[in-house]
């Protein structure tokens, strides 16, 4: 550095009374601000906060006859899907049990195909869907985010084990 760009990190009393060393640690900190809120951003459009690549879901069982999409971190008060991808024998009758927490921290505003049959099962719901000439069958679910923090459930078709999801409900 020449002389004039030493003098000008040098604390001085005239025209203004300056603390360079703290004024140092100012910038610093600001700069380290800066790239935190930068980092803040990028995790926010890469869907940390809601919707996109950190937050969508695609889950399916071993033997691939049950796929649930989904979104793991949600806001309070949004709306949001849930689809069941489910497969069988043709024209088959297949029972569908969606159990946990999901009930408790969402609001169920849609359901389609409506099912052949719905009843309780413990503190969950089971449905009976009607697969197509092709053994398959799509459940849509529109959910309203009605709880705040982690909400853990578990999707089951018939007898198969279940596959679990975890959902966060931010406020």
Known sequence: MDESAEDELLSRNQPVQ????LQRKVWHFERVGWY?????????LAGLFSKGPLST???????????VEYQ???RN???DSLTLHLRGGAWQLLEVEISGELLQGFSVQALQPAPVRAGAAG???RLWVQADANGQARVYLTLLSTGLGGHASRIRL????????????YP
């Open 36 to 44: 935190a809120l930068v980092v803040i951003v990028l995790l926010t």
């Open 123 to 125: 503190p969950g719901i």
């Open 18 to 21: 300056e603390d360079m060393a």
């Open 57 to 67: 879901r695609d889950i399916s069982n071993a033997d691939d006859t049950l796929r």
């Open 158 to 169: 018939a007898d198969r084990p279940p596959l679990a999801i975890f959902q966060f409900i």
């Open 77 to 79: 008060g949004a709306t």
């Open 72 to 74: 793991r971190f949600l």
